[in-house]
């Protein structure tokens, strides 16, 4: 017999049978087609488990009933961790049901929401937040229990929002190119602008290597409404890197403060510890650099990192040898270029 987890064969007479595990359902039983309780109605357990929760009426229209999703997660998922990702999250029912279902039976879910409407902050943001502090909601107040308990869960909400292809555009500057432009006809213009112009001219008005000198002060314009308002927004490039990277963090030392710095440890998707150490190039220079890397014990001889990412020029020893001969190497990466390689594409 050969079995890997829920599909599995046996040999017999006449070569395989196959089987698949059906997992999930409801107190032991496979998930019916049709789900007629009048716990999954939209309008008794949607919109009013909404409305009692946010404390206002008629904020979105048609709210899934959390028993709904609630009964979906069971039928796929009879265990109590995982990950459940919601890509069009709506007034946020997904998050509502896996912090109910992990504060029924102590479960370790976590939920990925995805989410471009404007109600992300009037109605799915404080339903999150609401739905952790308390378990019941009336009239947008908390109820407790006869003991006197909101069964709040701790939880902790990452919130990221994206560029929108509105905001680069509000970014773009282009280079003074002078009259030539003026002087193309029509035709050529079109080319120029299209093949040319945007691409090169354009090119260091989002990202260039002077931003990451100072890394924790970068900002855009970002949009505030549909009528082209724009607000100055500090972008974090820490964490967009960490995504690019598809870093496992596992500490953050945050010292941008007091000594202009902040490092982050992590596995690569290889499998390899990283350390991606940031630093405001005006604070921690080349002197300050090699101190910091002193006091974070980073060497080639004995690093602990598989791979250094650094920001701003450095003059650090990458290769060494032992009193035995033996040459040994430390990968330090700049962060810049393999920056612009994985968020355009770019060559290093």
């Keep these: 017999m050969f079995k890997d987890g829920d599909l599995w064969a046996n040999q017999t007479n006449n070569g395989y049978q196959v089987y698949f595990k059906f997992r999930g359902g409801l107190d032991g039983k ?24 946010i404390g206002q009426r008629e904020l979105f229209s048609y709210p899934k009933s959390p028993h709904t999703v609630l009964d979906a997660i069971r039928a796929i998922n009879d265990e109590n961790y995982g990950l459940i990702l919601d890509y069009f999250a709506g007034s946020g029912t997904t998050a509502h049901a896996v912090i109910n279902l992990n504060r029924e039976d102590g479960g370790r879910r976590k939920y990925i929401l995805v989410e471009q ?5 009037t109605v799915l943001k404080p339903r999150v937040q609401k739905v952790v502090y308390a378990e019941n909601w009336k009239d947008g107040k908390p109820e407790a229990d006869k003991e006197s308990s909101l069964h709040g869960v701790p939880q ?8 929108s292809y509105e905001d680069t555009l509000n970014n773009l500057v282009l280079k003074d190119n002078g009259d030539l432009f003026a002087k193309l006809n029509n035709g050529v213009k079109e080319d120029y602008l299209l093949r040319y112009m945007l691409a090169d001219q354009s090119r260091d008005s989002l990202l260039n290597t002077e931003v990451f000198k100072r890394p924790f002060n970068y900002q855009m314009d970002i949009a505030t409404d549909s009528a082209g308002a724009t607000k100055r927004v500090n ?28 490092a982050v440890e992590g596995t690569l998707p290889d499998g ?11 604070k921690v220079g080349y002197e300050g650099l090699d101190a910091l890397l002193g006091r974070l014990k980073i060497n080639p001889q004995d690093s602990e ?39 355009f594409g770019e060559a290093q």
């Design 305 to 343: 990192y598989g791979t250094v990412y650094i920001n701003g020029d450095h003059n650090i020893a990458t290769v060494w040898e032992n009193e035995n001969g033996v040459t040994g190497r430390l990968k330090i990466r700049q962060i810049e270029s393999e920056f612009m390689a994985l968020m």
């Design 117 to 121: 409407g404007e109600y992300f902050d």
């Design 30 to 53: 496979l998930m019916q087609s049709i789900w007629s309780d009048s716990k999954y109605s939209a309008s008794d357990y949607g919109t009013k488990i909404l409305d009692n929760t």
């Design 235 to 262: 972008i974090d490039l820490v964490e967009t890197f960490n995504y690019l990277l598809g870093l496992r963090v596992h500490a953050v030392k945050d010292r941008i403060e007091k000594d202009g710095y902040l």
């Design 272 to 282: 390899e510890t990283a350390l991606v150490l940031w630093r405001d190039c005006e």
């Design 156 to 163: 902790i909400v990452k919130v990221l929002k994206l560029e």
